[in-house]
């Protein structure tokens, strides 16, 4: 008699244990894709811990106004680094046939643009800060403005790495580079050299990684030729618009409360933004930065495309929901950690500020639609409608005369203009907005949850121990929802079905049988 053998699950389709899930992933898919979320992850965590330590010393020693005609100076290079660099990395990374006269003709410019850019917003500082009203900090922005050569440059040779997904290397040059950077200001500010503190090393910072990144990469032979440019152009030419608008519509703000409420309310205003935005545009950034050289070979295919947002998304919630909660209900004790004492306002604007982050964070990613589709010309109307839409927000708030009406306006309109966005984003993929909702509403839906469950005991417990119970509530809560997502998402995973290999027998018939 023949003993059967004993089911397994995989057999049952039985869930498995969350340590054989991960495991059957990293199986099922290979270690490559955990390397470099890895790499990534490695090269933005190293680059935002150096900020915020620089952020936390700057605003025990300049203070608040020092600070806020920094973030002033650090608009201005990343505006003239956008431009310089004007969506040649994202073309870099999208092309399927990148040939040796297509790279050449990008790298090259890029670097014909990163040039113009600098003299551009040279000659264009003065009036700007005379709108303002920082005249005597005009030398800080001109001087700044030089790191926008060497950043452009290193954007395209990254973006290089990106596309051959060599993400190690990246993390390589991040390392050395803000190595650099966070010797440079912790140096500077103890020497007491004040607002050079954050620009010099930053120049320095930027020269050290472009430079880096050629060790890894040759630099192409001079070479330029019109049907290149052309391509180029064409698809470059809606991201940078879009990037253009977009980035003035997320700092316009900043301009108007500098200009019309004056540096102090900018202060507390740019600070509570920077930790608002710290975390979910840092984990944004990591996976979209693994996901688009892994998503741009398959741009023609719209079933994969939808697979692959809907984890990315999944993804994304499961990692950021948590720590962005925790952050939003230990509000204050994480402004008193990170700034001391004074800045008790800052923690008043995050209680609003985290949930519209976390909203922010699930719908960034649609934009990799429209980059991956090709659409960027519908990028560009969409970025400029939202710009409108929030720089009337903005108006409203300055005009009431508060950073409080400035932040409430914005969220209002953020998450009225939010489905359009999204809903056209999912169009070009062939999903809808309503397919958003299901990925991402048990993910939104944990801030009212945990809210519900901290009033049951807020009371009753210290300060330590209220930090406890946040920690294991968010936890328990997020947990739960992260893991129905990701059973949802990954279907076959945390089932314990594999997909069926066809041996190449099977494959030759099924061949001959489609002929």
């Not at 545009?281 to 892994?294: F, H």
């Not at 004074?342 to 964070?361: A, F, K, N, S, T």
Request: aromatic share 10%; net charge positive.
């Amino acid at each position: 008699m023949t003993r059967l053998a004993k089911p397994t699950n995989e057999r049952r389709g039985v869930l498995k244990s969350p340590l054989a899930t991960a495991r059957a992933l990293v199986d099922r898919r290979g270690n490559r894709k955990v390397i470099d979320v890895a790499a990534a992850a490695g090269s933005r965590g190293v680059r935002q811990v150096v900020l915020l330590l620089a952020m936390a010393m700057a605003a025990r020693i300049l203070g608040t106004e020092l600070l806020a005609v920094w973030a002033l100076v650090h608009i201005v290079i990343q505006f003239g680094t956008l431009l310089g660099e004007a969506g040649i990395s994202t073309f870099v990374i999208r092309e399927k046939d990148l040939t040796d006269r297509i790279y050449a003709t990008a790298f090259y410019l890029c670097v014909a643009l990163s040039f113009v850019v600098t003299l551009v917003t040279a000659a264009a500082i003065i009036p700007i800060v005379e709108l303002m009203g920082f005249t005597e900090y005009s030398t800080y922005f001109l001087v700044a403005s030089i790191a926008i050569i060497p950043t452009s440059i290193g954007a395209v040779l990254r973006a290089t790495l990106q596309r051959d997904r060599k993400f190690t290397s990246i993390l390589m040059v991040e390392l050395i580079a803000n190595a650099l950077l966070m010797v440079g200001i912790a140096t500077f500010l103890l020497s007491g050299a004040g607002l050079w503190s954050l620009v010099l090393p930053a120049i320095i910072s930027s020269v050290t990684a472009c430079v880096a990144y050629t060790w890894y990469l040759p630099i192409p032979q001079p070479h330029m030729d019109r049907e290149s440019v052309r391509r180029i152009v064409n698809y470059a030419s809606g991201l940078v618009g879009f990037s253009s608008v977009n980035f003035w519509g997320r700092n316009a703000d900043h301009v108007l409360i500098g200009r019309f409420l004056g540096a102090a309310p900018l202060g507390i205003y740019s600070v509570a933004y920077r930790i608002m935005t710290l975390p979910a545009t840092q984990i944004n950034a990591i996976a979209m930065t693994v996901a688009l050289p892994y998503l741009a070979p398959h741009q023609d295919n719209q079933a994969k495309l939808r697979s692959s947002m809907r984890r990315l998304l999944t993804l994304l919630g499961m990692i950021g929901t948590a720590p962005m909660i925790l952050v939003w209900l230990q509000s204050y004790q994480v402004v008193e950690i990170v700034l001391g004492n004074g800045w008790e306002r800052v923690g008043d604007l995050l209680l609003i500020l985290v949930p519209l982050g976390v909203y922010q964070m699930l719908d960034s990613p649609v934009g990799l639609c429209y980059q991956i589709s090709g659409r960027t010309r519908m990028y560009f109307a969409i970025g400029l409608s939202r710009t409108l839409t929030s720089l009337v927000s903005f108006v409203i708030g300055v005009w009431i005369g508060s950073i409080d009406a400035v932040v409430w306006s914005y969220t209002v309109a953020t998450i009225l203009f939010g489905p359009i966005a999204i809903s056209c984003g999912l169009w070009t993929i062939g999903a809808r907005f309503r397919d958003w909702l299901r990925w991402c509403s048990p993910f939104l839906l944990c801030f009212p949850l945990c809210w519900l469950a901290r009033q049951t005991y807020a009371g009753a417990v210290g300060q330590w121990g209220l930090l406890a119970a946040d920690l294991c509530v968010v936890t328990l809560i997020c947990g739960i929802v992260s893991w129905f997502a990701f059973k949802v998402a990954w279907p076959n995973v945390t089932s314990g079905r594999r997909e069926k290999q066809l041996t190449p027998a099977e494959m030759s018939d099924g061949a001959a049988l489609n002929t």
